[in-house]
């Protein structure tokens, strides 16, 4: 028995040998490049366990590369100058990973290589959340970055990206998150229902501030803070009850917030429907069009995933049209148990495995835009034809828990 043990292991041995010897060994030194123009319809995906924020192609659906966050809690949305070619991301690390001395900086990254090659040091008091939006910001003109800082106070880290440098931290009690807002202007939420605007000099001092009058509750019905850029400084953001509030942080003088209009109606209201989801509104400017995450459920469910995609035109505040959502968690499981998309056996997981829906909304810029849809517990992101509805393709394994969708 031991001598026929000891062949069995030598003809494995010999086998293994002659499999290795027939594979050509691979060629080390090598490094991909993006292009300098990247796709029209490039997105970012974050991912709140692997830590990362990865570039993916919505029209191939190749994964382009990734950004490491390094110990940050919260979902990371790079920021890009097309100018210099540099991304951006701020971030939080610890002596000892997950204790120690803390560390915030902004790290800057080649945008074709996506290698850091410097840094700004930050105050430790970057925040951190679970949904990652409006944290960081760039201006428009792209000379100076934004970041929240909450320890629980609140204030705003300004950096010089030309200079590289920390040009000063603002104090700004009681107001939170950075909407940018013009090259040296900037929005926040306050949380007595008004928001406040503040302008930056040359150096990236304040030069000036203002609050706007009351225009929500923020204990009846507040506003999300997943706000959508309608352009300029005019941003919109959605209440728990579905009451849609735009404000003009650069009007000059004050904020100005216009009167409000609902998503719903009166009908649409008894029967349920609410916003909902992680990242719940998108806007495509060229169309002026507002896509929002809906669902049926009771008050205080605005964190569940959204069943249908509702597209409004914003101009003329008026819903055009529903969008049904494709099963993000069929094509999960399908991909998990290795099966082809579009066989009998999808065809029935698509009907037997119930639809959680979407709760991350992402709508590209410009020509032919392409809706991205994710939901954090099924690791697939869906592609679907903004002007149609067809879904175009899904992106399997993109990640493990994906927490925010962002354009470059």
């Known amino acids: 028995m031991r001598t026929t043990c000891l062949l069995a292991a030598f003809a494995i041995a010999l086998a293994s040998t002659a499999t290795f010897a027939e594979v050509a060994p691979e060629e080390t030194g090598h490094s991909a490049r993006l292009s300098e123009s990247w796709s029209p319809h490039a997105f970012w995906a974050s991912d709140l366990l692997l830590r990362r924020s990865a570039l993916f192609d919505a029209d191939s659906g190749q994964m382009l590369g990734a950004l ?6 919260s979902p990371v949305r790079p920021l890009r100058s ?8 701020a971030t939080t690390y610890y002596a000892r990973r997950s204790h120690g001395e803390r560390t915030d900086a902004l790290v800057i990254y080649d945008a074709t290589t996506l290698a850091p090659i410097a840094e700004v040091a930050l105050p430790p008091k970057k925040a951190s959340n679970a949904h990652g939006i409006a944290i960081v910001a760039l201006l428009d003109d792209g000379r100076f970055a934004l970041v929240f800082n909450q320890t629980p106070a609140n204030s705003v880290s300004v950096v010089d990206l030309v200079e590289r440098r920390f040009a000063g931290e603002l104090e700004t009690g009681g107001c ?10 900037f929005g926040m939420l306050c949380v007595d229902g008004t928001a406040l605007a503040i302008t930056l000099d040359e150096r990236g001092a304040e030069a000036s501030r ?7 509750d923020a204990v009846r019905d507040p506003v999300t803070e997943k706000g959508v ?26 904020p100005a917030a216009k009167p409000t209009w609902s998503l719903f109606s009166d009908s649409e209201r008894d029967d349920g429907w609410r916003i909902g989801g992680h990242l719940h509104l998108a806007f495509h400017a060229e169309s002026g069009l507002l896509y929002s995450l809906v669902h049926q459920g009771d008050a205080d469910s605005h964190k569940q995933a959204g069943s249908e995609l509702w597209v409004y035109d914003v101009a003329q ?3 055009q049209r529903a969008i049904e959502l494709p099963n993000v968690s069929a094509a999960a499981l399908r991909s998990l148990l290795d099966l082809p998309a579009g066989g009998a056996i999808d065809w029935i997981l698509q009907r037997v495995v119930p639809n959680a829906g979407a709760d991350c909304v992402l709508v590209t810029p410009g020509d032919a835009p392409r809706i991205v849809l994710s939901n954090q517990q099924a690791p697939v992101i869906a592609v679907l034809d903004a002007e149609s509805g067809e879904l175009l393709r899904e992106i399997e394994e993109p990640g493990i828990a994906i927490g925010l969708l962002a354009a470059p």
């Open 176 to 185: 939170a998150l950075v909407y940018p807002a013009g090259p040296r202007r």
């Open 229 to 254: 850029r309608l352009g300029g400084g005019r941003w919109l953001f959605a209440s728990f009850e579905g009451m849609a509030h735009e404000v003009d942080f650069a009007a000059s003088g004050a």
């Open 68 to 73: 490491d966050a390094g110990q940050d809690l």
């Open 210 to 216: 203002s609050a706007s009058a009351k225009f929500f």
């Open 317 to 319: 505040r008026s819903k």
């Open 82 to 89: 097309a100018e210099r070619r540099e991304l951006y991301v």
